[in-house]
């Protein structure tokens, strides 16, 4: 008898833990949930951090910029959040925008992005841009034009073939990662406030280990696109006779050794469709053209990059099977700057 009233009470007492619920979690609309987050540094050496948080309320799109300062990241974060009147919630965060003052400085750009890689709040799928202009000045254009809005920020980066195949992301964990590369360096894109659009496209800042050693065009950010085999469908270019688009592009390379050199063969194909041409324009004139400007502009990218001994290719990484590891540390100072590379655009109508 005893034991049948022990385990009726057992039973109460666990249902009754059941029934607590969750006593840490936050209601949706008890939370505060920034999307972009700007960062920058003072004259005063203190760290602004900006965030654009959205405020959806009925059927009304608004949202507001919540700026904090402080000594570093953690202390401006900390008080952003002790002074918010909701629990701020930092996991969506969709784009980082760092202020070109800032990421000029190599230890502390390299300080910020390990700091971002390690919080265990922040995504390191967020995405990562550089600007000229005032950090506080590209948020509020966000927030002024998108409002709550303000996710589709990340199909801006990431329209890819089609769209916009000059543009491209790159995300936090990529940055971390690339000053321990030996092979390959990596580009983050430079944007600035536009006037009638959200953002313009201003081309990409090379990194090197970490620092800032080159900005390049649009054009030239395109490039790489094509060397990572992604498709730049889409492209319209401008002849001066001829308005061509291109509608599917691949390419094929080939990699060897000959005489302690690396050499790379590389065939770009591009199917295009013809948009408009002067009269008199022939199709071999308009593919010939288009081959030549194309080889043009990689020749040129290719030659400013070997005079920094900075592989934003990537070739590096296809000559692993050839040079051996310990060697391959050594790439672009021993190895870039005498590679060759065999570069051939075919242009062919769709």
Known sequence: MKNKKLYKILIIFMSTIMLCGCWDIKDINKRSIPLVMGI???????????????????????????????????????QIRTNSENAVDFSQIQLIVIQKN????????????????????????????ITDDNVENVLSNINDKLGVNAS????????????????????????????????????????????DTVLIF?????????????RISPEESQLINV????????????????????????????TSMKNNKPLVSSDLNLKIYILERKKGITNKRIKKELENLTEKQFFHLLEKTQR???????????????????????????????????????ANLE
């Open 40 to 78: 920058a540094k003072d004259n005063d050496e203190e760290y602004k951090i900006t965030l654009q948080i959205p405020l959806p309320k009925n059927d009304k799109q608004i949202s507001r910029n919540v700026t904090g300062k402080g000594e570093t990241i953690a202390s401006v974060l900390g």
């Open 152 to 195: 589709s920020i990340y199909d801006y980066f990431n329209k890819g073939a089609g769209w916009a195949p000059e543009l491209f992301s790159t995300p936090i964990w990529e940055v971390y990662r690339s000053p321990f590369l030996s092979t390959k360096d990596i580009t983050v894109p430079a944007v600035r406030s536009g006037k």
């Open 102 to 129: 800032l990421a000029n400085n190599q230890q502390e750009l390299r300080d910020l992005i390990k700091f971002l890689m390690g919080s265990e709040e922040i995504p390191s799928r967020a995405l990562v841009a």
């Open 227 to 254: 060397f990572q085999n992604k498709d730049i469908k889409g492209k319209i270019v401008s002849l001066g006779f001829a308005n061509i688009m291109v509608t599917k592009s691949s390419i094929q390379n080939k």
């Open 308 to 346: 920094i001994h900075t592989d934003i290719f990537g070739f590096g990484q296809q000559f692993q099977h050839l040079i051996s590891y310990q060697e391959l540390k050594d790439w672009r100072n021993e190895y870039y700057p005498k590679l060759r590379v065999n570069f051939k655009v075919h």
């Open 202 to 214: 201003e081309g990409s800042e090379i990194l090197k280990k970490g620092k800032i050693v080159e």
